[in-house]
C-alpha cells in the first residue's frame, strides 16, 4: 500500500527515484528528503538510552538532531529538557503511553550501561549510579514494560536497537527484545532511517548521501563519536566508576 504525504505517492515515487538512471544518488536523496519535509512530524520516535557518562550522551545528542533533520522526525527523548517535566510526573505512565502508541517506533540505544541495567532488572539487583539524574529510572522502566509484554518487546516493525561501533566492548545486544535485530552505527543509519520513515527501499543512503543533504549534522555525530572513542581508550573501565550493582536489601 502506498503511503501518502499531501498528495504524493511516496512509495511509487520513491521507487521511480531509485530506478532512474538521469539522477545521482546525492540527487535521489534529496529528492526524498524534500518529501519528508513536506511531512512534519508525520514520523515520531521514543529515543531510550542508558546515561552512561556525558561524552556518550553527547553522542545520542547528534544522532538525535540527524534523525530530527534528515529523516524530519519528531523525537520524543525523556532526558529533553521540554520533555522532563511531563515525564517525571508520571515515568511510567508517560513510557506506556508512548510505547503502546503503535504509531510511535522505538529506537533503543544498546550500550555498555544499558546492558548492566538489564542484567540488574533480570536478577533482581539494584543499580547504584556515581552521578546520578531524577530520570535515570526511565530507561529501566522501559525495559521492564518490554519484558512483561511479550507483544512489545518482540515488536519487530515498532522497536529498532541501535548501536554503535567500537563504542561497546562486545557485540551482544539486549536479550528479550528483539534479539535478531540491531543497526550498527553508521554503517546501518542511512537503513535505520528509510526504516524508521516506513520506506520499502532495496538500500539505503549511505553516509555521504545524508553528509550532501546535513554536513553540519553528520560532522557533529562524527566528532563526538571520536570524543567518546578517546574518552574510552584512556578510561576502557569507565563503566564500573559509573555504576555499580547491589543486592535489595530484605
Known amino acids: 500500500m502506498d503511503i501518502v504525504y499531501g498528495g504524493w505517492h511516496v512509495r511509487s515515487t520513491l521507487r521511480q527515484l531509485l530506478h532512474t538512471d538521469e539522477q545521482d544518488p546525492p540527487a535521489q536523496w534529496q529528492s526524498i528528503h ?8 508525520a514520523c515520531q520516535i521514543l529515543l531510550l ?3 552512561d557518562c556525558s561524552e556518550f550522551c553527547d553522542v545520542i545528542q547528534a544522532f538525535s538532531q ?3 533533520s534528515f529523516g524530519n522526525m519528531k523525537v520524543l527523548d525523556p532526558m529533553e529538557q521540554n520533555q522532563m517535566e511531563k515525564v517525571s510526573e508520571n515515568i511510567s505512565g508517560w513510557l506506556a503511553q508512548h510505547l503502546r502508541n503503535p504509531d510511535v517506533k522505538v529506537v533503543i540505544v544498546v550500550s555498555e ?33 518490554m519484558h512483561e509484554d511479550p507483544s512489545l518487546g518482540s515488536n519487530y516493525t515498532r522497536i529498532f536497537p541501535v548501536r554503535f561501533e567500537d563504542l561497546t566492548q562486545s557485540e551482544e545486544s539486549l536479550s528479550l527484545i528483539v534479539p535478531l535485530k540491531c ?3 553508521q554503517k546501518h543509519l542511512g537503513k535505520l532511517i528509510v526504516e524508521l520513515r516506513g520506506f520499502n527501499t532495496p538500500t539505503g ?18 566528532s563526538t563519536i571520536r570524543v567518546m572513542k578517546s574518552y574510552c581508550a584512556v578510561n576502557p573501565h569507565y563503566i564500573s566508576k559509573h555504576f555499580s550493582l547491589a543486592v535489595p536489601s530484605t
Open 34 to 41: 524534500q518529501q519528508w519535509a513536506r511531512s512534519p512530524g
Open 113 to 145: 550501561g544499558a546492558k548492566l541495567r538489564q542484567r540488574a532488572l533480570l536478577n533482581n539487583q539494584i543499580v547504584r549510579i556515581t552521578y546520578p539524574h531524577f530520570l535515570d529510572p526511565v530507561y529501566t522502566q522501559a525495559l521492564q514494560q
Open 183 to 185: 543497526y550498527i552505527l
Open 49 to 51: 538510552y542508558s546515561r
Open 66 to 68: 540527524l534523525l530530527k
Open 205 to 222: 543512503p549511505d553516509l555521504e548521501d545524508i553528509r550532501s543533504i546535513c554536513p553540519e549534522e553528520v560532522d557533529d555525530l562524527e
